[in-house]
């Protein structure tokens, strides 16, 4: 044995160990627990915990809830984040702005939940301003923008923690694909401006930075802490939906939250398996 | 040859921590008729992680600055403090118990009835421990709101600390007379639409259960064990109650706060005009520091609102058992109690029975200075009642989730 193959399987030993082992550990727990295999309070194999999930439908309507969320958020956050590349490249090299674009990337997320809340809550901020400038006369009169049906609060909360990010990621693509000079070329072969951002901008930029944008989603769809701060009860984001369940009053149903966790956590690894799994290569396929 | 040796010796490892765990549930049992000088001795020099709420700044400051200090020159216990309420105490022995573990990460917890249930419920607490302590021939064991909790009898499971009152709070100045019963409420929420709401926790199913009792047409109406009949009749009512008056809450009843906290913040900001809590709605405190006008007062419900006690107990495997009732034991002291009843401080009532005291602490208890803007514990007493059995708990929040929120 050579020493070289050695040492790839030190690594994947590592990743197995340090990476699967305590994931799969922990999901095998919960699956476990789901069952009522395991629990101090759990009194054997039972599939109750289950129906009891499945029937309430308050999962699937949590789920859509987070899908609908996290889909517009990073849809907003992506779009954004490639016109003001687009329209402020050049603005966006000086010191002074990328350091405003760094900043909220050091900011954690109950910061933001909680900046939030105190900027648009109904005795917060502009509600105070709108007060003091009489556009309202009472706190009840200034618009739900937080603890909403509408998930203004958390939407607004995702946006402004994930956009900085994707502005300095698409700076950075803009730069190592040289788009600039591929966009100088195409105008002299007779592109207009439009057709440059749809046919190399866009695609170039998007083609690059497609698997970080699908783990975003996915990393907002499990989002707790602003949902917790900025969220209403009902429907709920599916993190907080979790541990409010494991946390419940009546021991006999705590299951009930890792039924939760088990179908989240399938959910999700069966979609990023789906995505990131190396498509076969057809060679000469169009 | 090298690793049979490092088998052996994690064998042996293994075996010498279980003979500890078997030394140690011994030693429990014998504490239990140990004397108190025994178990005096025994708790010298220890130290004890006690778990408890950390969310009020003067309770934090009377343990820190008063309790922590005290036992460590009376005892030379080093108390240690993390912070955790009902369910991560619950969460903590479930899962210490589930990996075996005998002697525990906390030794004393800070409990009342809900979380009181879910641990008899998994044989989390040690005990029965309350008549080891010298002190408890200060409290009154046949008054039934210390004796029970949330009608389950305590029998020296856990030792009474506090004992308080479910209170609405309001601003006299922006609301003269304020509602003290379902009727009066009817009338209130539809003149003043959007300024009152039920928080999504303890303290607001504590509010649902005063409403229920009502319903029931007296303060004793959940009285006894859990009746299943008599809850889907009330409960009933209740629902169909809620869901009419939704529509003149807050945020037209489309949601609720999950916590009573947020409720506070939304009354000192003007948004509501009822708020509400244990602790005689813990109003001292809040207008000392501003947080609520000088105008506010707290009041009970007409047919009652529920009084009960907190406790501490011990945890099964509390690695520092005797140190604990040591601890507690302090607790239960004229001196201790006395300084946590200081209406600056804590301000949080007494369990010790003022006829049970020598006369010198009593007159202690009576000259102390009284509470300026709260209600006192006395003036609630006429509109007490007990906590009903833990089962309605669990049917109101599961119900109150489907039945309301998500309708």
Same mark, same amino acid.
């Given at each position: ?13 590592? +990743? ?18 789901? $069952? ?12 109750k915990? !289950?129906?009891?999930v499945?029937?309430?439908g ?18 907003i ?12 490249k ?5 010191? $002074? +702005? ?7 990337l050091?900011?954690?997320?109950i ?19 709108? %007060?003091? @400038?009489?556009f ?6 200034f ?35 040289r ?17 440059? *951002? ?19 989603f ?8 602003v ?8 429907p709920?984001?599916?993190?907080v ?18 039924v939760?966790a088990? @179908? ?15 498509k ?6 169009n | ?7 052996? +010796?994690g ?14 549930k011994?030693?429990?049992?014998? =504490?239990?008729?140990a ?12 130290t ?15 343990i ?20 955790g309420q ?16 005998d ?12 979380t ?8 989390? =607490? ?18 039934p ?7 389950q ?7 009474? !600390? ?16 304020p ?12 003149e003043?639409?959007?300024?009152f709401?039920?928080s ?7 509010? @649902? ?19 299943e009949?008599?809850?889907q009749?009330?409960? *009933?009512k ?33 948004? @509501? ?14 207008v ?6 000088k ?5 009970? !419900?007409?047919?009652?609102t529920?009084?009960n006690?907190?406790?501490l107990?011990?945890? %099964?495997?509390?690695p ?17 109690? =006395?300084?946590?009843?200081d ?5 949080s009532?007494t ?5 049970e ?8 208890? =009576?000259?102390?200075?009284?509470r ?12 007490a ?5 833990p ?11 489907? %039945?309301?929120?998500?309708?």
């Amino acid at each position: 044995m050579s020493l070289r193959i050695k040492k790839a399987n030190i690594g994947v030993l590592f +990743f197995i160990l340090i990476g699967i082992v305590p994931f799969a550990a922990a999901f095998i727990y919960a699956l476990l627990y789901s $069952f009522g295999v395991t629990g101090v309070a759990n009194d054997g194999f039972t599939l109750k915990f !289950w129906e009891t999930v499945i029937a309430s439908g308050s999962f699937f309507k949590s789920l859509g809830f987070s899908v609908l969320i996290a889909l517009v958020a990073v849809v907003i956050s992506v779009g954004g984040a490639l016109w003001i590349t687009l329209k402020f490249k050049e603005q966006l090299e000086s010191r $002074f +702005f990328s350091f405003i674009i760094y900043l909220p990337l050091a900011i954690p997320g109950i910061v933001t939940g909680f900046f939030t809340f105190q900027l648009f809550s109904k005795g917060g901020f502009l509600a105070r301003i709108s %007060h003091k @400038l009489g556009f309202i006369t009472e706190a009840s009169q200034f618009p739900d923008l937080v603890n909403d049906g509408l998930a203004f609060g958390i939407i607004l909360s995702f946006i402004a923690l994930i956009m900085p990010f994707f502005i300095l990621l698409f700076l950075n693509v803009y730069k190592n694909e040289r788009v600039e000079e591929l966009s100088i070329l195409a105008q002299s072969l007779g592109a207009s401006a439009n057709q440059i *951002a749809k046919k190399i901008f866009l695609p170039i930029l998007i083609k690059k930075t497609w698997v970080l944008i699908v783990l975003y989603f996915i990393f907002l769809l499990g989002a707790y802490e602003v949902p917790l701060i900025l969220g209403q009860e009902s429907p709920q984001m599916l993190s907080v939906l979790i541990i409010q369940e494991i946390k419940q009053y009546d021991l006999d149903k705590i299951s009930e939250g890792y039924v939760v966790a088990v @179908l989240y956590t399938i959910i999700v690894s069966v979609t990023a398996i789906a995505l990131f799994l190396p498509k076969r290569k057809t060679a000469y396929a169009n | 040859m090298n690793r049979i040796r490092n088998i052996l +010796f994690g064998f042996l490892i293994g075996l010498s921590l279980l003979g500890c765990g078997e030394k140690s549930k011994q030693d429990d049992e014998q =504490l239990k008729s140990a004397t108190w000088q025994e178990i005096e001795k025994k708790s010298e020099g220890k130290t004890v992680n006690f778990m408890m709420w950390q969310g009020s700044t003067a309770i934090n400051d009377y343990i820190n600055n008063y309790v922590v200090p005290t036992v460590k020159e009376k005892y030379d216990i080093d108390l240690q403090i993390s912070g955790g309420q009902g369910p991560e105490i619950v969460q903590l022995v479930m899962g210490e118990k589930q990996a075996d573990i005998d002697e525990g990460q906390v030794d004393m917890v800070w409990i009342n009835g809900e979380t009181f249930f879910q641990l008899r419920k998994v044989d989390g =607490l040690w005990g029965s421990f309350v008549e080891k302590l010298p002190n408890s021939k200060f409290i009154d064991f046949d008054n039934p709101f210390i004796n029970t909790d949330f009608q389950q009898p305590v029998n020296g499971m856990e030792a009474p !600390w506090s004992i308080n009152q479910f209170a609405i709070v309001y601003d006299s100045q922006k609301t003269s007379s304020p509602p003290k019963s379902i009727p009066e409420f009817e009338i209130f929420i539809k003149e003043n639409p959007g300024t009152f709401t039920i928080s999504n926790d303890f303290t607001g199913m504590t509010f @649902l259960k005063s409403l229920m009792a009502e319903i029931g047409g007296s303060p004793n109406a959940l009285d006894g064990n859990f009746d299943e009949n008599k809850y889907q009749e009330l409960s *009933a009512k209740l629902w169909a109650f809620i869901n009419e008056s939704k529509q003149y809450f807050w945020k037209e009843g489309s949601t609720f706060p999950k916590e009573q906290s947020k409720m506070n913040q939304l009354f000192a900001n003007g948004e @509501l005009l009822l708020t509400y809590g244990f602790r005689e709605g813990s109003i001292e405190d809040k207008v000392l520091s501003g947080f609520y006008p000088k105008s506010t007062k707290g009041y009970a !419900w007409e047919n009652g609102t529920i009084r009960n006690t907190n406790y501490l107990g011990i945890l %099964h495997n509390a690695p520092q058992k005797a140190a604990t009732m040591q601890v507690i034991n302090f607790l239960l002291s004229p001196e201790a109690q =006395l300084k946590k009843s200081d209406v600056d401080g804590m301000n949080s009532n007494t369990v010790l029975d003022m006829s049970e005291l020598p006369p010198d602490w009593s007159m202690k208890f =009576l000259d102390a200075k009284k509470r300026e803007f709260g209600p006192s514990i006395r003036e609630l007493e006429l509109n007490a009642i007990t906590e009903p059995a833990p089962e309605y708990m669990i049917r109101l929040y599961e119900d109150f989730r489907k %039945h309301v929120i998500e309708n």
